[in-house]
């Protein structure tokens, strides 16, 4: 599976999307209202990689499981010091409801957690290099 990212950015113009294997999505995000760069930071938006794709993994596997969830909400957080430091101390945290015994809802939140993608992702580390384009 390949995913791709792509922001263009101009004054008064921002306009961002996804890909996945050739399946691209406009993604609404405004733009700052000084007319240059995005109204929402990285931080931000790596703080919703991880809840959303922990919401999206939590639904396909309690399918995996036949298991019904009907509401999930995920809050993820992190903390940065200053420009240019890495984030640390990311954390989230889950709710979800279902035709499930509450043992069962936690049970597949914590098996999630283990097969998510983003969040082994930032687990593990990985490397990120720039090409030239």
Same mark, same amino acid.
């Given at each position: 599976?390949?995913?791709?990212?792509?922001?263009?950015?101009?004054?008064?113009?921002?306009?961002?999307?996804?890909?996945?294997?050739?399946?691209?999505? =406009?993604?609404? +995000?405004? *733009?700052?209202?000084? *007319?240059?760069?995005?109204?929402?930071?990285?931080?931000?938006?790596?703080?919703?990689?991880?809840?959303?794709?922990?919401?999206?993994?939590?639904? #396909? &596997?309690?399918?995996?499981?036949?298991?019904?969830?009907? #509401?999930?909400?995920?809050?993820?957080?992190?903390?940065?010091?200053? &420009?240019?430091?890495?984030?640390?101390?990311?954390?989230?945290?889950?709710?979800?409801?279902? =035709?499930?015994? =509450?043992?069962? +809802?936690?049970?597949?939140? #914590?098996?999630?957690?283990?097969?998510? &993608?983003?969040?082994?992702?930032? #687990?593990?580390?990985?490397?990120?290099?720039?090409? =030239?384009?």
């Amino acid at each position: 599976m390949k995913i791709t990212a792509k922001l263009e950015n101009h004054f008064n113009y921002h306009a961002v999307t996804v890909e996945t294997d050739g399946v691209a999505r =406009d993604v609404s +995000i405004p *733009g700052k209202v000084a *007319g240059f760069g995005s109204a929402v930071n990285g931080g931000e938006l790596l703080c919703l990689a991880l809840a959303t794709c922990f919401c999206n993994d939590l639904y #396909r &596997e309690a399918h995996r499981q036949a298991l019904v969830i009907r #509401r999930v909400t995920v809050e993820a957080s992190a903390e940065f010091r200053a &420009e240019g430091q890495p984030g640390y101390n990311f954390q989230y945290k889950v709710h979800a409801e279902g =035709d499930a015994t =509450d043992e069962q +809802i936690d049970a597949l939140i #914590r098996h999630t957690d283990t097969v998510s &993608e983003i969040q082994n992702t930032l #687990r593990r580390g990985s490397s990120v290099v720039l090409v =030239d384009g």
